[in-house]
């Protein structure tokens, strides 16, 4: 469906990849920026989770316990 899917392979695709490179470059200026000014601070909490892939593969589903997952009960679900 994509095949220029995926970095750095995007930058050549004829429909997108002009706008990927602008917004790539746009944002390794504001990762040099903050780093140069310390301007952000991060804060994180780690924690291992059951997960499995949606059903088409596009997804993460995240559940609480083994037993949510066995149920299809999802916690949550990224993509």
Not at 4 to 14: A, H, L, M, S, T
Not at 40 to 59: C, H, R, W, Y
């Amino acid at each position: 469906r994509y095949p220029n899917r995926g970095y750095p392979k995007i930058f050549n695709d004829e429909a997108v990849g002009g706008e990927a490179k602008k917004l790539f470059d746009d944002a390794q200026k504001m990762m040099k920026e903050i780093i140069e000014n310390g301007s952000m601070t991060l804060k994180g909490i780690v924690g291992l989770f059951p997960a499995n892939q949606s059903e088409d593969g596009e997804d993460v589903e995240i559940f609480e316990t083994e037993a949510d997952r066995e149920a299809g009960k999802v916690a949550a679900r990224f993509c």
